[in-house]
């Protein structure tokens, strides 16, 4: 369906200064425009898969996927650059909003989205859910649940416990919670948009 990246945790070097690693990337992002395969990137901090080799975590910067776009590939920013701590955001959300402005007024040929997977954790401050939502249309939106990820790099007691959870039904409870969130900012009709767009730009693909 799609191809996902998590930068840091699969250490994936996206230096421009790196020419050998620039050549791989653009040959592989030729591949995704010519197969048709949407890339999920993940922006932001990453607790649950931490980075095996420190200083990969800036390569969670949406900045690093610009030429990807450049080359017409579909890229899906996984959060929108949103940690699950506020506390800990490190401007990625900015950037993720300043890449898509830049694709409104200079680049409206991007194939430009963002994925609101774990955006609404119990920690989150709304002035950044304001500052995601007043700047990012409705129709570059995508719902996700990041859902299951229940290790988090923790003991497996805790991994137990969250499995006890799971009887809950907790899709369930992130849909409503998004659902109700999303209303704030949203009419009914765009509201619909964000929770269907996956499907259609799968369907688009034939996938």
């Known amino acids: 369906m799609l191809n996902k990246w998590i930068a840091s945790s699969q250490m994936i070097d996206m230096s421009e ?19 048709d395969l949407p890339l999920l990137f993940h922006t ?8 095996p080799v420190k ?6 910067s949406p900045k690093y996927i610009e030429p990807a776009l450049d080359m017409g590939v579909t890229v899906i ?28 007024s200079h680049h409206k040929d991007w194939k430009l989205y963002a994925d609101i997977s774990a955006l609404f954790s119990p920690f989150r401050h709304s002035g950044i859910l304001d500052e995601i939502f007043q700047n990012i249309p409705a129709s570059r939106l995508i719902y996700g649940s990041d859902f299951p990820n229940p290790a988090k790099g923790r003991k497996e007691s805790l991994l137990r416990t969250f499995l006890r959870f799971r009887k809950a039904n907790l899709l369930n409870r992130y849909y409503r ?8 900012y949203f009419s009914e009709e765009d509201c619909r948009l964000i929770l269907t767009n996956l499907f259609r730009l799968l369907e688009e693909r034939g996938r």
């Open 17 to 35: 200064g790196n020419s050998l690693a620039q050549e791989k990337l653009n040959k592989f992002y030729k591949k995704l425009v010519e197969i």
């Open 44 to 51: 932001g901090v990453e607790s649950s898969i931490p980075a």
């Open 55 to 60: 200083g990969y975590e800036r390569f969670n």
């Open 77 to 104: 920013l996984a959060h929108c650059g949103c940690s699950y701590f506020d506390i800990i955001q490190d401007n990625v959300v900015k950037e993720v909003i300043d890449l898509f402005k830049k694709q409104e």
């Open 177 to 184: 919670i998004s659902s109700k969130w999303l209303r704030r």
